[in-house]
């Protein structure tokens, strides 16, 4: 690994070789975030206000129903269940008219690499996404048949930095927590790897991604090895 490109602020030692690979997806996988960002402010701007760069990056990770609770916030503004229901569907009738061409050209650099050489080495692979058009993008990306197992938001209840996604991915494929990594773009997601007790990867900013174990700036050219030989040089 490069000198310069990953930063560690690892403090978990003693834990054992890596079985299980756990993605996010927007944002990790494909580049999608912009997309529910761009649908998010057109809701907001719909009703009057407009969302940061910054407030979106506390959205990333969150599952729809809780963003629209955020963004509300943010408006201080409030509906009835009904209204939000309409709300959040509106949204995601946005966001999916922007994916729905969704091919291999909207895959982030080095994941589909990354993805095919763990199922190659026989290691275990699970999605970890908020998102319900989750089998949707794999289908469409061609990666559905690399995983291992699919955990999204159709098979949750609870919105990281709560760590049940990560958790059913794990018990998903077999494994513990500690015998897995997460890799994450959002800071929930990071809280909610380490909450569960993973070691997790910060994909992107490793300023918006500090408390990640390890930070990098993208998949790109980041094989087992290079994780391996990052994540037990710095703890061992
Ligand atoms: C991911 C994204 C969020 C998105 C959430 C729900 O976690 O980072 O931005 O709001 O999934 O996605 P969905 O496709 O179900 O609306
Ligand atoms: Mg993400």
Redesign the pocket.
Known sequence: MQRGVVESTSTKDNMSMVKGYIF????VIVD??NY??DA?RKLANSLGFDITEEQNEN??????K??LEYILRLGNLNFSDDKKSEM?EL??TW??ASIRNMDKSELLPGSENLIEEIKEKGLKLSLG??????VR?LKATGLIDFFDAII??TKTTE??PHPQVFLLGAEALNLNPEDCIVFE??I??VKAANIGGFRSIGVGDKNILSEADFVIPSLDGISVDKLNALIYQNNN
């Open positions: 996010d997806l927007d944002g999608t975030a529910h960002y998010w959205l990333k990770g969150v599952s729809r809780e963003s959040a949204k995601n966001y999916v996404s908020a998102s319900k058009n989750s993008i999204d938001g919105s990281k773009d959002s929930n997601g």
